[in-house]
C-alpha cells in the first residue's frame, strides 16, 4: 500500500508543476517582451539618424536604402532569438489557487470513488498467489521425482511454503488439511495434529477433518487412548459407519493397547466394506489373523490391556430400513428366463445426480429368486453420507452378472425414475444386453 501513495504522491507532485510552469516562466517571458521593445526602440533611432543624414545631404539615397535595409534586417536578427512575438499572459493568481485546490480535489474525489481497501488487498494477495503458483508447480512436479534425494528436498520446500501460506491466510482450513497430511507422510505426527486441528477451528468438525485428527493425535500421544479420542471418534462414526480411516485406527490402538478383541472386530467390520480385490484388503485380513493369535494367546479379555478404544455399535438396521423407501418389482423378460443361470447374481440399485454412476444404495438377489418385490431403504446405503431419504428422486435400475461382477452386467433392464417416498410400486423388467456385454 506504501508503494501506491508514493506513485500517488509522484503524480500528484508532477501536475502540480505543469500547472505552475506559467508562474515560475512568468520572469523570462517578461525579459524577453522587454528585449524586444528595446531592438525595436533601437531600430527606430538608427532610422531617424539616418533620415537625418540624408535631409542635411550627407548621406546619397542609395547609402540610405543601404542603411535603411541593414537594420531591419538587425532588428529581424534580434527579435528572432526572443520569444514567440505573440504570448498569452497569464496571472499569477488563477494557477496558484488552481494548484493549492488540486490535492484536496484529487482527495475527495478518490474517497468518493476510489477503492484503496481493495488496492491494499489486493497488494497484500501478491506474495500469497505467488506461494500457491509455487505450491501448484512442486505438486504436479513431485509424483515424477524419482530420485529419494531431490523428492526429500522438493517435499521440504512444499511443506515450507504451506507454512508460508497459512501464516498469511490462518482460515485456510483446506491447506491446514493438506499440511496436516505432509506432516504425517514426514513423520511428524504432533505437527500433524496441530494441523488438523487448526483446520477443524476453521471449517468445522467435519468427519474427514476429525479422522485424520484422531489418527495423528493417537501417535502424538505415544499411542495412549483418552476420552478426548474416544468421543472424536464415535462422533465420525456415527457420521460415516463406514470411514476406513476411524475403523483402521481403532484397529491400530486396540492391537497396541492390548485390547486384541477389539482390534479383531474392527477390522472385521471394515473388511466387509471393503471390495475384495482391493490390495489393502489383504493387509486387513493379516491384521484380523494376528488380533485372532493373540486372543488365542492372552484370552478373549487380555489382563494385561491397558485403557484403549471402544468400537461403537453399527446403527440398529430396523430404524434405517424405516426411511428413504423405493419400491421395486423385479422381473426377467420370458426370452431371457429360459436362458439364464439361475445362479446368477441380480443387482438392484439407485443413483442420484449427486452421486453420478455410483450407486447410493443397492441390493444382491439371485435370478432364481425372480420375480421378487424388494424395497430399497437408507438401509442398502452404499456409503453412509448418500441417503435415499436425503436424495428425494433417484434413478433405478436392474442388471445381471454370471460371474458376480456388479461392474460388468450382460443384462439390465431400463434405468426409471423414481420418487423417494412415493410409495408406488415401479416395474424393473431385465430384457436387454447390457452395453460392452461379453
Known amino acids: 500500500m506504501i508503494t501506491f501513495w508514493l506513485l500517488a504522491l509522484v503524480l500528484l507532485v508532477s501536475a502540480m508543476l505543469l500547472m505552475l510552469w506559467p508562474v515560475l516562466n512568468v520572469r523570462k517571458l517578461q525579459a524577453e517582451e522587454d528585449r524586444t521593445a528595446l531592438n525595436v526602440a533601437l531600430y527606430q533611432e538608427r532610422l531617424n539618424e539616418l533620415q537625418g543624414q540624408f535631409d542635411q545631404g550627407t548621406l546619397s539615397k542609395e547609402l540610405f536604402e543601404e542603411g535603411r535595409l541593414e537594420a531591419e534586417r538587425e532588428l529581424l536578427e534580434d527579435t528572432a532569438q526572443g520569444a514567440p512575438q505573440q504570448k498569452a499572459r497569464l496571472g499569477i493568481a488563477l494557477p496558484l489557487i488552481a494548484t493549492l485546490l488540486l490535492p484536496v480535489a484529487g482527495a475527495g474525489l478518490y474517497m468518493v470513488w476510489g477503492a484503496g481497501d481493495q488496492v491494499a488487498m489486493t497488494l497484500e494477495q501478491v506474495p500469497l498467489m505467488q506461494e500457491q503458483q509455487a505450491v501448484d508447480a512442486l505438486m504436479s512436479r513431485i509424483p515424477a521425482i524419482q530420485e529419494p534425494q531431490a523428492r526429500e528436498q522438493a517435499m521440504s520446500e512444499l511443506i515450507a511454503r504451506l507454512e508460508n501460506i497459512v501464516r498469511m491466510q490462518p482460515e485456510a482450513a483446506d491447506v491446514w488439511f493438506f499440511l496436516g497430511r505432509s506432516y504425517m507422510n514426514d513423520q511428524r505426527v504432533a505437527d500433524a495434529a496441530h494441523a488438523y486441528s487448526r483446520a477443524m477451528d476453521a471449517a468445522g468438525r467435519q468427519p474427514e477433518i476429525l479422522a485424520q485428527w484422531v489418527q495423528a493425535q493417537f501417535f502424538a500421544n505415544d499411542s495412549q487412548w483418552n476420552d478426548e479420542l474416544q468421543q472424536a471418534v464415535e462422533e465420525v462414526l456415527e457420521a460415516d459407519p463406514q470411514d476406513a480411516t476411524t475403523l483402521g485406527l ?90 439364464v443361470d439361475p445362479a446368477a447374481t441380480v443387482f438392484v440399485f439407485a443413483r442420484s445426480p449427486e452421486s453420478g454412476q455410483i450407486p447410493i444404495a443397492a441390493q444382491r438377489l439371485s435370478v ?71
Open 250 to 339: 481403532i484397529g491400530i490402538a486396540g492391537f497396541e493397547t492390548g485390547n486384541f478383541n477389539v482390534a479383531r472386530d474392527s477390522w472385521n467390520r471394515l473388511l466387509g466394506f471393503m471390495d475384495p480385490r482391493d490390495p489393502s484388503a489383504q493387509a486387513v485380513l493379516t491384521g484380523v489373523e494376528r488380533a485372532e493369535k493373540a486372543i488365542e494367546e492372552f484370552g478373549e479379555n487380555n489382563p494385561q490391556a491397558v485403557r484403549g478404544p471402544v468400537l461403537p455399535p453399527l446403527p440398529e438396521p430396523s430404524a434405517l430400513s424405516q426411511s428413504g423407501r423405493v419400491l421395486l418389482e423385479i422381473s426377467l423378460s420370458d426370452e431371457l428366463a429360459a436362458s
Open 368 to 438: 432364481a429368486g425372480l420375480p421378487a418385490t424388494i424395497e430399497l431403504s437408507d438401509a442398502d446405503a452404499v456409503m453412509t453420507e448418500l441417503q435415499l431419504s436425503k436424495a428425494g428422486s433417484v434413478e433405478v435400475q436392474a442388471s445381471i452378472s454370471s460371474d458376480g461382477n456388479a461392474s460388468e452386467p450382460e443384462w439390465v433392464s431400463a434405468s426409471l425414475a423414481a420418487e423417494v417416498e412415493s410409495g408406488k410400486a415401479l416395474e424393473l423388467v431385465i430384457d436387454r444386453p447390457a452395453r460392452g456385454a461379453r
